[in-house]
């Protein structure tokens, strides 16, 4: 479904984030719990690409299994990172010819190692070359991909002036944009502060408060690494030092915590949550029973 339909649709989207597994025991793992990921309904469900397009085939296969073998609704992540025009093109063609609706359009991360060569520099370029895409017909829906991007509530490290940053947000709405979903955040009055910049800045499209639960200890340090600039309040640092060597305990405090932002974001009028899951169920489901819902249709 269009993205354009879905908000139309839900006047809150709930969505999930899903990687691609790298090996047949994490594709055994994932789909064992799709099930469960469905009795959620969520709004749609998205799907990581990885650093350089290094997961580039099992992207496209895990968004084909889902649209086909599953109720959910994929949205492929597509980076910019070594690819060319007709990378990008063939990419399109393909999950047009799916059934695909949207793409989430993202720079992503250049490679550990090897060449970082690409045509693409930035996220609006890409998001420009969808939008041609979509004006040259090549998608069965008249409108073409619905189109998302990224958003930074606490800063990105590669544009520290944040004027700036919000320049290049506005752009990459401007090339055709239809809505925003947050990177990461812990801290919600940051996600609160940036949205209404983003409406000052004349930023007119939905945004969407990207949440992930810790787990555990060794995910938090893993956040910290990937998500750049967020920060980790005082408050949440020492309810999860106070859980010590007991696992079960910090995943209970992350939950809360994830909870307790979720309940804030409601009452503060968000319209849309997306849940980064790392393809476990179980601390979704516990947030949802902490709402007090079945399925995000409750919430539509």
């Known amino acids: 479904m ?34 469960d990921f469905e009795k959620l309904q969520p709004s749609f469900v998205s799907v990581t690409y990885g650093a350089a397009g290094s997961t580039r085939a099992r992207t496209h296969e895990l968004v084909v299994r889902l649209k086909t073998q599953t109720r959910l609704d994929p949205i ?11 990378d990008i093109e063939n990419i399109l063609t393909q999950y047009a010819q799916c059934g695909v609706s949207n793409i989430l359009a993202l ?27 979509n004006q040259g017909g090549g998608h069965p829906d008249r409108r073409g991909f619905g189109i998302g991007v990224a958003g930074f509530p606490e800063g990105h490290p ?47 499209v939905p945004v969407m408060a ?38 079960a305990a910090v995943e209970r ?15 503060g009028g968000v319209r849309g949550i997306h849940l980064y899951t790392l393809n476990k169920c179980a601390a979704t489901q516990a947030i949802f029973q902490n709402l007090g819902i079945k399925t995000s249709a409750q919430l539509r």
């Open 2 to 35: 269009h993205i354009a339909d879905i908000l139309s649709r839900d006047s809150v989207t709930t969505s999930f984030e899903f990687f691609p597994p790298r090996n047949d025991a994490g594709w055994d793992s994932l789909f064992h719990v799709i099930a």
């Open 76 to 86: 492929p992540h597509l980076t910019c990172a070594n690819h060319t025009h007709a």
């Open 107 to 133: 720079r992503g991360d250049a490679p550990l190692t090897g060449s970082t060569a690409s045509e693409f520099q930035h996220a609006v370029d890409l998001v420009k070359c969808i939008h041609r895409f």
């Open 158 to 204: 590669d544009t520290p002036n944040t004027l700036i940053q919000m320049d290049h947000l506005r752009a990459k709405v401007d090339a055709g944009a239809d809505y925003i979903c947050s990177q990461l955040f812990f801290n919600n009055a940051a996600f609160f502060d940036w949205r209404e910049r983003c409406e000052l800045a004349g930023i007119r």
């Open 210 to 247: 990207g949440i992930m639960p810790i787990t555990n200890i060794a995910g938090l340090k893993r956040m910290a690494d990937l998500a750049g600039g967020t920060t980790f309040p005082a408050k949440l640092l020492r309810a999860v030092q106070r859980c010590g060597d007991d696992a």
């Open 253 to 267: 405090v992350g939950i809360h915590w994830a909870t307790e932002q979720c309940m804030a974001l409601l009452d």
